[in-house]
Each structure stands twice: as C-alpha cells, then as structure tokens.
C-alpha cells in the first residue's frame, strides 16, 4: 500500500485511501469550505482527517445510493473510523510542530500549502515543503523565522 507520496521524478503520485473520495465533489460542486470538515485547521495545531459521524451527518441522507457511500455507511455500522491515509506531514526526523491555527488566523488560504484541492478528484502532495519554503513564507508575511517557532 502506498503512503506518502512524491515520486523521485516529481511527479505526484495519489495514496491508495480505502475510500474513493472527490475533494472536487464537495467544494466545486457541493460549496462546501475545506474547514466544514477539516474543523481543527481553525482552532487546533492539527486540522484533522474527518471522521465518520462528520461525513455520516450529511451522508445519511444524500447521495445514499452511490456505492461508494454505501462502503462509507459500511464502517459507520460497524462503528469504525475509515482508515485514511495521511496526503501531507513531516517526518519525525524533521522535528517539526506545524500549527494550524495560527496560519488560519493570519488568513492564510489552504491552498498555499496544499495546491489547488478544491479541485482534485483525488488528493495528492501538490506542494512540497521544505524548510525553505517555509522560511521563506514567513518572511514574505513578516512571521517569525526564529527555530522554535517550528521545531521543538
């Protein structure tokens, strides 16, 4: 099974999610915000994968008869949590604590780090983050550049 996922050749490769699951879908087509599922980005160091009772709250009623919200409403009967993949982090070497929250604050739009999602079918790292790039964005926007405001 494939996780995480920047091919050696840059070109960008999907995770295989035990779901099919269209980002497109729900933004484009639905107007949803990425924070209607993603509540932590707004208020918590980590955005956070959706859960089941989230999707289920709208998903219970519609689009009932698609087969993949049929799969969807498979783990909510057996009381489990779909087991997603995470498309984007740092690796535990990298020591890094990226908060959310701040960067909502400061109106950061999502798509600064995660690429144009509203308008994948399917989500993958379109953004590759370097500590330079980052560095590099919190000087353009006058944050702090200083080492322990990332790494801890």
């Known amino acids: 099974m494939l996780l995480?996922?920047?091919a050696a050749a840059g070109a960008?490769?999907?995770?295989?999610?035990?779901?099919?699951?269209?980002?497109?879908?729900?933004?484009?087509?639905?107007?949803?915000?990425?924070?209607?599922c993603h509540s932590g980005a707004k208020t918590r160091d980590n955005a956070g994968i959706p859960s089941i009772r989230r999707c289920m709250a709208c998903h219970q009623f519609i689009a009932t008869d698609r087969p993949e919200i049929g799969r969807l409403a498979a783990y909510w009967e057996k009381q489990r949590e779909v087991p997603w993949l995470r498309v984007y982090g740092f690796s535990k070497d990298a020591a890094v604590q990226f908060r959310h929250a701040p960067h909502a604050r400061a109106e950061i739009e999502c798509a600064r780090c995660h690429g144009d999602v509203a308008s994948m079918t399917v989500a993958v790292p379109a953004?590759?983050?370097?500590?330079?790039?980052?560095?590099?964005?919190?000087?353009?926007?006058s944050a702090s550049d200083d080492c322990v405001a990332c790494h801890f």
Request: net charge negative.
């Open 4 to 6: 995480l996922l920047l």
């Open 12 to 36: 960008l490769m999907a995770a295989d999610q035990p779901l099919s699951f269209s980002h497109a879908a729900h933004i484009e087509k639905a107007r949803m915000q990425c924070t209607d």
């Open 127 to 141: 953004v590759v983050h370097t500590m330079g790039t980052c560095v590099q964005c919190h000087r353009d926007n």
